[in-house]
């Protein structure tokens, strides 16, 4: 009897389940009729419209092509520059080999700290005393001290050779000019302050020959000298050593200016001094008029004398004096490699170079640049006539889809 009361007591329940249950299967089946019947309709709409359609998306298609040719996209660039002057900084992780094989110096001259040990036999005119050594270490003590080097008899042929010449990274290298009056050719090397200094020194190598070399020193002290008076300081120290040790092997310090002069201009050899593909940043071609009062009065004075620079199969010539800038006017190009340097008769030293940038700014002032070369993100995918071919298809094709578009809504509308 109890358990057939519980009975009574759950079939409501199960009642209201299966009510549940009805009212979720008419709501199904009247929304899957309501979603084939939408379907249909959109099915017949396209069907249709299906010329429209496909309009559109070619449109579109078109809009993307033209945002693709317009936005501009970063591209590899090359170019070759002779200059009077030019500057970069060594961006190598390991020392490299800036110079070699520079043959014939009638004179090397040095200024900067210094460390020097000539080995050998000494005569000195203006110091005697300096005859009965046979090893003299001499210290340049600051920025404005001086060392020369070159062969004691003028006459002879020289036979002082800079065998070479490693570049520490971070070492910048400033004011790189040939004087042809002179045959000179200079160059400073510099720490860059915008980055931490190794703790090496960039290393010169030379051979001092056979020969007698006359030495002339400046702004110096004696270090373990024998002698029993010291030389004036203040004066220039002159001798003329024949060295025992022909390798002469230098740690060149920051902030050193070097200036080699030939005994007669170079000519071919002039291709194998400068070591090819020093990775570089910060190249610039300039050179900075100071009038020593006030850094705002500085002029920026460009030291190009002709040069091409190519990028996205645009090229452009580079007169002289003019500026060559990256994206921004105040910033040089992003040369990444300069992939060879020589000595240009009677012109300067050219420089071929590559490196990658949104777009290449040249010009006579710098804030007004005249001529440049930019490149899209289509133009690292097609070339540069594929892409003209393309927008003058695209420009007859978006006019004609527009007018039958147009064509075509009119009519649609005028339908009853």
């Known amino acids: 009897m109890a358990s057939r009361q519980k009975a009574k007591q759950n079939f409501p329940d199960f009642i209201k389940i299966r009510q549940w249950l009805n009212s979720l299967k008419r709501y199904l089946i009247a929304g899957f009729v309501i979603s084939a019947s939408a379907l249909k309709r959109l099915l017949r709409t396209i069907s249709n419209h299906q010329n429209s359609l496909l309009v559109l998306l070619l449109l579109f298609f078109l809009n993307i092509i033209t945002f693709a040719a317009i936005v501009p996209a970063t591209h ?3 170019g070759n520059i002779i200059s009077q002057e030019m500057s970069f900084i060594y961006n190598g992780q390991q020392a490299k080999l800036f ?17 020097l040990t000539f080995t050998g036999s000494f005569q000195s005119e203006t110091w005697p005393e300096l005859n009965q050594l046979n090893s003299l270490k001499i210290q340049l003590k600051d920025s404005d001290s001086r060392w020369i080097i070159a062969p004691a008899n003028i006459q002879a042929t020289s ?13 910048k290298v400033a004011g790189l000019s040939y004087d042809f009056y002179r045959n000179q050719l200079a160059f ?23 020969q007698p070399i006359k030495v002339i020193v400046e702004g110096y002290e004696l270090l373990d000298s024998k002698l029993s008076n010291q030389p004036d300081q203040q004066t220039q120290l002159e ?33 194998q001094w400068f070591r090819e593909k020093i990775e570089t940043k910060d190249v ?49 190009l992003n040369i990444e490699l300069i992939r060879h340097l020589q000595i240009v008769p009677k012109k300067g030293i050219e420089a071929r170079f590559s490196g990658k ?30 892409i003209i071919a393309l927008f003058s298809f695209g420009a007859a094709t978006v006019a004609n889809l527009l007018s039958w578009l147009f064509s075509n809504a009119s009519k649609s509308a005028s339908k009853p």
Do not use: C, H
């Not at 860059?192 to 001092?208: D, F, I, M």
């Not at 920051?254 to 000519?267: C, E, M, S, V, W």
């Open 76 to 78: 590899t660039f090359e």
């Open 99 to 115: 110079l070699q094989d520079i043959r014939g110096i009638k004179e090397l001259e040095n200024e900067g700290k210094q460390t």
């Open 159 to 171: 036979e002082i050779n800079l065998n070479e010449l490693r570049l520490q990274p971070n070492t």
């Open 188 to 210: 400073s090397l510099q720490p860059n302050s915008k980055s931490n200094l190794t703790n090496n020194e960039n290393t010169l190598k030379l051979y001092l020959g056979e």
């Open 239 to 271: 001798f003329i050593v024949n060295p025992n040790i022909k390798e002469f092997n230098l740690e060149i310090a920051p902030n050193t200016n070097i200036y080699i002069t030939l005994a007669k201009p170079p000519k071919y050899e002039s291709e």
């Open 284 to 332: 610039k071609f300039l050179d900075l008029d100071r009038n020593g009062k006030d850094a705002r009065d500085d002029l920026k004075i460009s030291t190009i004398v002709e040069g091409k620079i190519r990028m996205v199969g645009q090229e452009q010539e580079i007169k002289q004096n003019q500026f060559l800038m990256g994206e921004n006017p105040d910033t040089p």
């Open 357 to 386: 940038t949104k777009e290449i700014q040249i010009g006579l002032d710098q804030d007004f640049p005249v001529s440049q070369i930019q490149g899209s993100w289509l133009d690292g995918v097609l070339p540069r006539d594929a």
